[in-house]
């Protein structure tokens, strides 16, 4: 990609099978023969216009006149401007259709309100009811067997192939059902470096989006044994690989809509295969989301944003910061406006506690049969370590200034700080000094230009 506007309007013809060296007999069927459209730039953001017409020469492309469309949209912890992308969508569409309904990628989230649907979208109830009267809103519940169906199970012998050797277990791979349901998918949702996937994207919207848990917790865990630092801001990775692999089960035609989002403007919008418009919104987000540093530093104050409502969203104030920590370092994770671990999780959690990976892989009889993904969380929150004859020795030291307790982040193995004690400029404009300072943390990552962390 060129530092400017890719080629103008972006057009490519590719073959999905053959992105990130996927080797997969897909069952999707493309009518356009995979054809691209979209545009991206590090140096210009995309105006309501430029997004209209883009979806509009997209679509346009499409049969689906009198057809049942799903838009599968992500929820309140992701930014981006879904507001325009349903306002645009539903426009060009709402005239079309048989339905058009709006599945939320809730994975693992909470479900959300009415009324938090609403602030996401940008509408009232008034106006759902006057002006998109069409759109019906459905959360995803990946722990509800009700809303799933069986799509394909892997074998022993396939994760084992496609984790690396890494792990060998039999895996069923459900998703929402819904997406049987209709003629056709859409998916909407923008493109990060990721904690368990190396970029967020594409069919990552299925996998954990819409998915159930045994296909989550696997490759969550997977990335934990790989361990965070390693793969993140990476394209391919197996995990990516495992994804992949589960979408080629769904048979539903679809195209996906893959956003660059920075400091809530767009600034690149692909539209096609999800395979491929994944690959190229990765691209540009590695030279727009990745910040290098020269040198690792010793103090580290990450600040959640409101839209990290509790520790198993806010860690990636951890995450995207961990490689620029120096050994014996400390990394803070501010965010006041938290009082708890996770809704769904939370007990899980502070039955185990946050460990490094070797603290439950040389303990694994004892810790088995908790779920992967909470397992994963808990790594990538306390980082890399060693466990050596009992003893726990984490590389840096994981600190919460929120409302828990220090009775409680001591007993879930964290530091705890008052969020009340925090000096601001104790921390601001001093990295000379070795102190960084994130007032907006979780969707930049951070590495050092000499990265220690390679495979």
């Not at 277990?169 to 998916?187: A, C, E, P, S």
């Not at 045994?214 to 965070?228: K, M, N, V």
């Not at 490094?356 to 040389?362: A, E, G, L, P």
């Not at 409302?403 to 601001?428: A, H, W």
């Amino acid at each position: 990609m060129s530092s400017g506007w890719d080629d103008g309007k972006y057009k490519s013809r590719h073959k999905c099978r053959e992105i990130l060296g996927l080797k997969l007999v897909s069952s999707i069927k493309y009518r356009h023969k995979l054809m691209i459209i979209g545009k991206g730039s590090v140096t210009e953001t995309l105006n309501e216009t430029q997004v209209y017409d883009l979806c509009a020469e997209a679509l346009a492309q499409e049969n689906l006149d009198g057809k049942r469309v799903l838009i599968i949209i992500p929820d309140y912890t992701r930014s981006g401007p879904i507001d325009l992308m349903f306002r645009v969508v539903y426009k060009l569409l709402a005239g079309r259709v048989k339905a058009l309904d709006f599945l939320i990628a809730l994975g693992t989230h909470p479900p959300m309100t009415d009324e938090q649907i609403y602030k996401l979208l940008d509408i009232t109830k008034e106006e759902h009811r006057q002006d998109f009267p069409k759109a019906k809103f459905f959360n995803h519940e990946c722990q509800n067997p009700a809303q799933l169906r069986l799509a394909r199970t892997f074998s022993e012998d396939e994760i084992d192939e496609l984790s690396g050797g890494r792990l060998r277990k039999r895996v069923d791979v459900t998703i929402n059902k819904m997406v049987y349901d209709y003629d056709f998918l859409i998916i909407i949702g923008a493109t990060f470096p990721h904690e368990a996937m190396g970029f967020s994207g594409g069919h990552k919207y299925f996998f954990p989006g819409i998915s159930g848990e045994d296909i989550i917790d696997t490759f969550h865990w997977i990335g934990a044994l790989i361990s965070l630092p390693y793969f993140i801001g990476k394209k391919d990775t197996p995990m990516r690989r495992l994804v992949e692999s589960a979408a080629a089960a769904i048979p539903t035609e679809r195209l996906c809509m893959s956003m660059v989002v920075k400091e809530h403007k767009l600034w690149g919008l692909y539209i096609g295969p999800p395979e491929v418009t994944f690959s190229h919104a990765a691209d540009l987000s590695d030279k727009i989301h990745i910040i290098y540093k020269d040198r690792p530093f010793k103090r580290v104050l990450s600040c959640a944003p409101q839209m990290y409502d509790e520790i198993w969203t806010a860690g990636k104030c951890m995450y995207k910061l961990e490689s620029v920590v120096a050994d014996g370092g400390e990394l803070i994770i501010y965010a006041p406006h938290i009082n708890h671990l996770s809704i769904t999780y939370g007990k899980q959690l502070e039955e185990i506690g946050y460990h490094c990976r070797d603290y439950f892989v040389k303990q694994w009889d004892k810790f088995k049969d908790v779920q992967g993904g909470v397992l994963a969380h808990s790594c990538n929150v306390r980082g890399i370590g060693a466990f050596e004859n009992g003893v726990e020795k984490p590389r840096i030291d994981v600190v919460l200034a929120t409302q828990i307790t220090e009775e409680y982040c001591k007993k879930i193995n964290l530091g705890y700080r008052n969020p009340v004690s925090i000096d601001f400029s104790e921390f601001e404009n001093r990295e000379d000094e070795g102190i960084l300072y994130i007032p907006e943390a979780g969707e930049m990552l951070y590495l050092l230009k000499n990265n220690p962390f390679s495979l």
